[in-house]
């Protein structure tokens, strides 16, 4: 389903699943080819189809002192350069309308975060650069509500359209997933893509520095496996305690060749 939306993207056949990973933010150049270079490596030998996964920009902090980004066009240089190196698509979240011509010029996938997938100017915007256009699930929408979301993006001519579940609120800070979305979500025609990791934040919290519950991940992507998931979004990186966004809930890179290898399993045997 995957090589329909993004024909350059390598490996994989109908039946498997693709990859999102990366870390969450572009903390430099050096950090986001050594994490690509590994990830790169599991899929090749997986034959899993491998989109990287890096925010050139994070504008949705708790505290005004939260890291946000080494700058713009620089974090949108690195992504491109990632691409270029290891032949890999690329996505990025954008936040304005503005920045979808912007970000699109250096990523294949445009991706619009949960809190504005509500947001027509800016999904209008995204689906007009004729890149793929990956809308997370809103903390606070039912899967079916999705379907319009959708809408936004075709209305504006543009068919290449994925959609991320990533929980939703239970309570003030936590999520909860409910995964009878997934399969919802695909009657729409488009990929459904589960994120393992933010899906185990445990937002709002008191310090103002967003928590998680990274043990749960092969939980979470088992699940989101045996239910039909055509992919899966996981925030990587080889020291998330120091990991200057959302260290708390991504997967540390040492575990996620074993994580693939259950999973891949799970997919041969429900196909």
């Known amino acids: 389903m995957i090589q329909q939306y993004l024909p350059a993207i390598k490996h994989g056949d109908s039946t498997q699943f693709f990859l999102m990973a990366g870390p969450c933010a572009i903390e430099g150049e050096e950090i986001a080819l050594r994490i690509a270079e590994r990830v790169v490596k599991m899929t090749d030998k997986y034959e899993i189809p491998y989109i990287f996964k890096g925010s050139y920009r994070k504008a949705n902090r708790s505290r005004s002192d939260s890291f946000t980004g080494i700058g713009d066009e620089k974090a949108l240089k690195i992504l491109e350069k990632v691409g ?3 032949g890999v698509p690329t996505v990025t979240d954008i936040h304005e309308s503005h920045e979808a011509v912007i970000a699109g010029a250096y990523v294949d996938v445009l991706q619009i975060p949960a809190f504005l997938c509500r947001q027509t100017e800016l999904l209008t915007a995204a689906a007009e650069t004729g890149k793929v256009v990956n809308i997370k699930k809103g903390q606070f929408l039912s ?3 999705m379907k319009f979301a959708v809408d936004k993006v075709k209305d504006a001519g543009n068919d290449r359209v994925f959609l991320t579940d990533r929980g939703n609120t239970f309570g003030y800070q936590d999520l ?4 009878r979305g997934l399969p919802e979500m695909r009657t ?6 589960m994120d393992c990791t933010h899906s185990l934040q445990q937002p709002n919290q008191t310090s103002g520095v967003t928590g998680g519950k990274p043990e749960l991940i092969e939980t979470i992507a088992k699940a989101a496996i045996a239910v039909g998931a055509d992919g899966l979004f996981i925030e990587t990186h080889p020291d998330p305690a120091n990991a200057k ?3 708390a809930n991504m997967l540390h890179l040492d575990l996620l060749e074993g ?3 259950k999973l891949v399993r799970i997919r041969e045997a429900i196909s």
């Open 176 to 179: 909860i997933v409910d995964f």
């Open 245 to 247: 966004s959302d260290g």
């Open 84 to 86: 270029r190196t290891f």
């Open 143 to 145: 899967a079916a509500s």
């Open 188 to 193: 729409f025609g488009v990929p459904t893509v």
């Open 259 to 261: 994580l693939l290898e």
